[in-house]
């Protein structure tokens, strides 16, 4: 059972464009929304991370959009650069009650082209 | 210096072998995890543990044993290796309630 649903699966776009990585989730439980970010043969690491009170989180080029109705966020990257090209994972948990589990998605490969 | 360091980096070794994988943290996080990341790149939760306590055991084969000496240590050993098992393996920390969790560089498994 997937219980965090990531979309597309690759995406490739020009520098200076906005990549938009969606997500879907079912576990209205869920209190805390991750994003990481994974180079190849690197552990992911912590992008930016969003709580269901709010809809908007901004640090830098990247954003969160969360849809607590839909049960849906998204990722959106700002003139996005070359080295922005990497694996983009969404996550979700319920902290404590869940023993402090993360539920990944499946992962998006984004490809900036110079 | 390394938060999370995991070794060893790159592990070959042919089935029915035993292995050990050990991670080390000094973020001073109470809780350590074991994620496996398989060929399509998914992560999923294999244990956690929480000041040396087991707290989350996925259905995971009982050839792989974790073990915490302490809480800055988690090692996870596997035994009788097989094809399958060839992943990355990473180890991660934070505290409990789970704000952010640092993952370490991974444990890249291939079983011959």
């Known amino acids: 059972q997937q219980q965090v649903k990531q979309s597309p699966q690759s995406l490739i776009v020009q520098k200076g464009g906005i990549p938009i990585i969606n997500c879907a989730y079912e576990?209205?439980?869920?209190?805390?929304f991750p994003w990481y970010q994974q180079f190849p043969g690197k552990g992911p690491a912590l992008l930016i991370a969003?709580?269901?009170?709010?809809s908007e989180k901004k640090e830098g080029r990247f954003t969160i959009s969360f849809n607590k109705s839909a049960k849906q966020f998204s990722l959106h990257i700002m003139d996005s650069q070359p080295g922005d090209s990497a694996t983009y994972f969404c996550?979700?948990?319920?902290?404590?009650?869940?023993?402090?589990?993360?539920?990944f998605g499946e992962g998006t490969q984004l490809t900036v082209n110079p | 210096d390394t938060a999370v360091s995991q070794t060893p980096k790159y592990l070959v070794t042919q089935m029915g072998n035993d292995k050990s994988i050990k991670c080390e943290q000094n973020?001073?996080?109470?809780?350590m995890y074991w994620y496996k990341q398989d060929s399509k790149k998914f992560l999923k939760i294999m244990f956690s543990?929480?000041?040396?306590?087991?707290?989350i055991n996925e259905t995971v084969p009982n050839r792989f044993s974790p073990k915490s000496p302490d809480k800055a240590h988690l090692n996870l050993h596997i035994n009788s290796l097989e094809l399958g098992d060839s992943a990355v393996y990473f180890c991660?920390?934070?505290?409990?309630?789970?704000?952010?969790?640092?993952f370490g560089s991974g444990t890249r498994l291939t079983v011959v």
């Open positions: 991660a920390s934070s505290h409990w309630g789970g704000d952010g969790y640092t």
């Open positions: 576990n209205t439980a869920f209190d805390y």
């Open positions: 969003i709580r269901p009170d709010v």
């Open positions: 996550a979700a948990t319920t902290g404590e009650t869940s023993g402090s589990r993360l539920t």
């Open positions: 973020l001073g996080h109470d809780t």
């Open positions: 543990y929480n000041n040396k306590e087991l707290i």
